[in-house]
């Protein structure tokens, strides 16, 4: 299984930007799949995730209104379309895989992990 995360980059605070996560080596139906974050000194933050079947999506509060999850089963690829960011938002963002029923917000619950990708955001 391999997830390659992209996307990431320098952005001016309340910029935007599109993260991508390319799945493949599987079938991902069944499986949530998850946006995590980590900022350095910092434990890694759950973002957002969807489930790939329904797409039923869950956000961390600190980004509700402001993040969108979602995905293509055709391109078996992930998307976080993240906007109005903030400086304390600079993190490196990974994407995750996991046949989860509960608890998204739980890096444990994921099996499989993308490289990340920085997102720096500038004040």
């Known amino acids: 299984v391999q997830l390659q995360a992209s996307g990431g980059g320098l952005v001016q605070a309340g910029g935007s930007l599109r993260l991508s996560c390319a799945a493949s080596g599987r079938t991902f139906s069944g499986y949530v799949m998850g946006w995590f974050r980590q900022a350095p000194g910092k434990e890694r933050e759950f973002v957002a995730a969807?489930?790939?079947?329904?797409?039923?999506?869950y956000y961390a509060d600190s980004v509700k209104g402001r993040f969108t999850i979602s995905r293509d089963n055709a391109k078996n690829t992930v998307y976080l379309q993240m906007n109005s960011l903030k400086p304390e938002e600079t993190a490196v963002y990974y994407c995750?895989?996991?046949?989860?029923?509960?608890?998204?917000?739980?890096?444990?619950?994921?099996?499989?992990w993308g490289q990340g990708t920085q997102v720096t955001v500038s004040s």
């Open positions: 969807i489930r790939w079947s329904g797409g039923s999506t």
């Open positions: 995750a895989a996991g046949r989860i029923y509960s608890a998204y917000d739980r890096a444990q619950q994921y099996h499989y």
